[in-house]
């Protein structure tokens, strides 16, 4: 993104203004503490100037901001914010942890998983356990390790389904917008990795571009040598506002619900399910 200032209002000046306010700082304190001069802080808070990535991060530091909120100041001026990793198993949170347990074992028998933002297993439930356990075998069941491969190199039936291409050609464009508006490489390697995937559309920019991308998307999966059709739905977990979208922790709990509700899924309950994965 351009450093250069195209007199656009924007909403950078009125927010820091806020935080100077709030930790009861003057412009010339603020300006000591970061570097700066007076006069450019006022030409920030005024909308005069527009600040660099490098001063915002210096602001942030000065202001003591946390991420969601450095994930803020930096929307507020234009720029798309980095957001730092964190381990979901670090001891500090335990506690998001297990709600993250109580949910998905809330969602039974309906299979449920948990992810990051890349798709990446974290956690799953006993109906998706018991689901996926139908017609894959255990030792592949344990070793999946993305929720969006796993699911669709599993749909080995009617591959040029319009279901699957369409969900496939959403998911893509998902995955190659976010790895050109950032630096992270980890959604471009998903992306290639999906789209070595048999039964990959080629018009896929064109199908997508055509779709409207939704919290759910349609998958089919052969039960007992029938096609049976399910709504793919994402719940994300994360920070409320615009920065839930860019501030870590980024979790998304998937679940399957059958498009037709006579298809039970609690006869694939039982009491000998076990994975790597399951908290319960």
């Given at each position: 993104?351009?450093?250069?200032?195209?007199?656009?209002?924007?909403?950078?000046?009125?927010l820091l203004?806020?935080?100077?306010?709030?930790?009861?700082?003057?412009?010339?304190?603020?300006?000591?503490?970061a570097?700066?001069?007076?006069?450019?802080i006022?030409c920030?808070?005024?909308?005069?100037?527009?600040?660099?990535?490098?001063?915002i991060?210096?602001?942030?530091?000065?202001?003591?901001?946390?991420?969601?909120?450095?994930?803020?100041?930096?929307?507020?001026?234009?720029?798309?914010?980095e957001a730092?990793?964190?381990?979901?198993?670090?001891?500090?949170?335990?506690?998001?942890?297990?709600s993250?347990?109580?949910?998905l074992?809330?969602?039974?028998?309906?299979?449920?998983?948990?992810?990051?933002?890349?798709?990446?297993?974290?956690?799953?439930?006993?109906?998706?356990?018991?689901?996926?356990?139908?017609?894959?075998?255990?030792?592949?069941?344990?070793?999946?390790?993305?929720?969006?491969?796993?699911?669709?190199?599993?749909?080995?039936?009617?591959?040029?389904?319009?279901?699957?291409?369409?969900?496939?050609?959403?998911?893509?464009?998902?995955?190659?917008?976010?790895?050109?508006?950032?630096?992270?490489q980890?959604?471009?390697?998903?992306?290639?990795?999906?789209?070595?995937?048999?039964?990959?559309?080629?018009?896929?920019?064109?199908?997508?571009?055509?779709?409207?991308?939704q919290a759910?998307?349609?998958?089919q999966?052969?039960?007992?040598?029938?096609?049976?059709?399910?709504?793919?739905?994402?719940?994300?977990?994360?920070?409320?506002?615009?920065?839930?979208?860019?501030?870590?922790?980024?979790?998304?709990?998937?679940?399957?619900?059958?498009?037709?509700?006579?298809?039970?899924?609690?006869?694939?309950?039982?009491?000998d399910?076990s994975?790597?994965?399951?908290?319960?």
């Amino acid at each position: 993104m351009s450093e250069s200032y195209d007199n656009t209002p924007s909403s950078f000046g009125p927010l820091l203004k806020f935080w100077r306010n709030t930790h009861e700082l003057s412009q010339e304190a603020l300006a000591l503490s970061a570097d700066s001069s007076t006069r450019h802080i006022s030409c920030l808070e005024n909308g005069k100037s527009h600040p660099s990535r490098a001063m915002i991060d210096k602001l942030s530091e000065v202001l003591g901001l946390g991420e969601r909120d450095s994930c803020y100041l930096q929307l507020s001026a234009g720029y798309l914010p980095e957001a730092k990793a964190v381990d979901f198993h670090d001891p500090k949170y335990k506690w998001l942890r297990k709600s993250m347990v109580l949910t998905l074992k809330a969602m039974d028998p309906f299979p449920a998983a948990l992810t990051d933002r890349y798709g990446n297993l974290l956690m799953v439930n006993k109906g998706w356990v018991g689901f996926f356990r139908q017609f894959v075998d255990q030792k592949e069941l344990e070793q999946a390790d993305n929720q969006y491969i796993f699911l669709f190199s599993n749909q080995k039936n009617h591959t040029t389904s319009d279901i699957k291409m369409n969900s496939l050609a959403l998911i893509l464009m998902a995955l190659k917008q976010e790895s050109l508006l950032g630096k992270d490489q980890n959604f471009n390697h998903l992306f290639e990795r999906l789209l070595s995937l048999p039964g990959v559309p080629k018009d896929w920019e064109k199908r997508a571009a055509n779709l409207e991308p939704q919290a759910s998307f349609r998958v089919q999966i052969d039960i007992n040598h029938i096609q049976q059709n399910f709504f793919s739905v994402s719940q994300m977990v994360g920070a409320l506002g615009p920065t839930s979208f860019v501030s870590e922790p980024r979790l998304v709990i998937n679940t399957l619900y059958p498009e037709h509700p006579e298809l039970d899924l609690s006869e694939n309950m039982s009491e000998d399910l076990s994975h790597p994965l399951l908290a319960y």
